[in-house]
Structures are given as structure tokens and as C-alpha cells.
């Protein structure tokens, strides 16, 4: 399992898909974005707000994939002059 140090003992705030939300010290970040935390406030949707002492949240999504996937892009985008641009907009010669 990949863990993501530089995050822990961040204090975060994570919104959740059901508009709740919860805030507290980052413990653990995966690369599936798990997420536990610990002295926890939850908000949930209606707004009733309460103490935990810690709180794990889990996701499907692959982080790093995503991130490369975004890296890509922004090379591609970087690099596009490199090749002479789109061949729309190249100069008449």
C-alpha cells in the first residue's frame, strides 16, 4: 500500500458525496484516497454537528492514476509549440 506522509497531521476538512462534511488531523492518506482521521467534527447534511475520535473514509478512486493521467495532460499541453503547434494555426509559408 502507497501512503502519502506529507499529508499526515494536516488538519483537513473533506466534503463527502451525501453534502455532509468532516474536519480533522489527517492520521493516513492511501493512493486509493482512504482517508482516516482523527478528532473528527461531522457535519452532517442537515447541519447537526458531532465529535469522533477518529473516522475512516474510503474512496475507489486510484489517486495516482489520476495524477499521471493530469501530468500527461499538462505535458502534452506544454509541449504542444515543440511540434510546430496544431497544423490550423502553423505559418504560411
Known amino acids: ?10 488538519v483537513t476538512t473533506i466534503d463527502l458525496r451525501d453534502e455532509s ?4 488531523r489527517v492520521i493516513n492518506v492511501d493512493a486509493f484516497m482512504n482517508i482516516r ?17 477518529d473516522l475512516f473514509i474510503t474512496d475507489h478512486m486510484n489517486i495516482i492514476e489520476t495524477i499521471e493521467t493530469q501530468l500527461a495532460k499538462i ?18 509559408k
Request: with cysteine; aromatic share 6%; charged share 30%.
Open 1 to 10: 500500500m502507497i501512503t502519502v506522509p506529507g499529508l499526515h497531521g494536516q
Open 21 to 24: 462534511t468532516a474536519r480533522g
Open 75 to 92: 505535458h502534452h499541453v506544454r509541449n504542444f509549440g515543440a511540434s510546430g503547434g496544431c497544423k490550423e494555426y502553423s505559418k504560411k
Open 37 to 53: 482521521l482523527e478528532k473528527v467534527l461531522y457535519r452532517d447534511r442537515r447541519g447537526r454537528v458531532s465529535s469522533m475520535d
